[in-house]
């Protein structure tokens, strides 16, 4: 299809274990953003990119994410050692480009449970 | 700093009653204010926006305005379906669009 896609729908690591979640953003979608959305609770902002640029890493909880966009298309958002708190669902949107006539489109999420 | 917040659900209506979904804001500059939905089992998809004060964003039968005297993008549609069941999530963006910060969410459900 033509939305943003991600993969694996659904993800269960134990408690150390590293995992990494895919966004494949519409084509020719310049911005990319990834999201944490806790259960009952609305998403959260973790990191933004413009083509293979990190403009903003700020809302990553800590040195254990870490995202990537080496050729300004795919994305993966990279969690090492993973902790029970880090289970939630992961979320990519994309848009054309900045403001806010370029909507973002969002994927159905990465659903991650840590054991 | 920037964050919104959101009236508690759920909020059950019957088919064709007035729907009012609270939201307000805490905002340095001047953001942009945004409704998205999500409908069960799908992606988060905007419903609407306003991009300055006094703008009125609207959308199927659902309008918000964007009041910077209260802070405040209420969400309102004058005569609700079953099919407008789901989680709507306020939104406000940073001036440059880069950072989007969600309230909590507010889950409708319309009954027959």
């Known amino acids: 299809g033509a939305g943003v896609s991600q993969s694996p729908r659904y993800k269960v690591a134990k408690r150390g274990q590293d995992v990494a979640l895919r966004c494949d953003p519409i084509?020719?979608?310049?911005?990319l953003f990834w999201y944490q959305q806790a259960l009952g609770q609305g998403p959260e902002f973790l990191t933004y990119?413009?083509?293979?640029?990190?403009?903003?890493k700020s809302g990553l909880p800590s040195d254990r994410f870490f995202a990537e966009r080496p050729e300004g298309s795919v994305s993966t958002l990279k969690i090492q050692r993973t902790q029970q708190e880090d289970s939630a669902v992961y979320l990519c949107?994309?848009?054309?480009?900045?403001?806010?006539?370029?909507?973002?489109?969002f994927g159905d999420g990465t659903r991650l449970s840590i054991l | 700093g920037n964050s919104v917040t959101q009236m508690e659900g759920p909020v059950t209506l019957s088919e064709e009653a007035f729907l009012t979904i609270n939201c307000t804001y805490t905002?340095?500059?001047?953001?942009?204010l945004f409704w998205y939905v999500q409908y069960p089992g799908e992606g988060l998809q905007l419903l609407l926006k306003a991009t300055k004060a006094d703008d009125k964003g609207s959308n199927k039968g659902f309008e918000a305005t964007y009041r910077k005297e209260t802070t405040s993008f209420h969400l309102e549609k004058g005569s609700v379906q079953v099919s407008d069941s789901a989680v709507y999530f306020c939104a406000l963006s940073d001036q440059n669009f880069n950072k989007f910060y969600f309230g909590s969410g507010t889950k409708l459900n319309v009954k027959p």
């Open positions: 949107a994309s848009s054309s480009g900045s403001g806010a006539n370029q909507p973002q489109h």
């Open positions: 084509s020719g979608h310049v911005s």
């Open positions: 905002a340095t500059g001047y953001p942009s």
């Open positions: 990119f413009q083509n293979e640029a990190q403009l903003d």
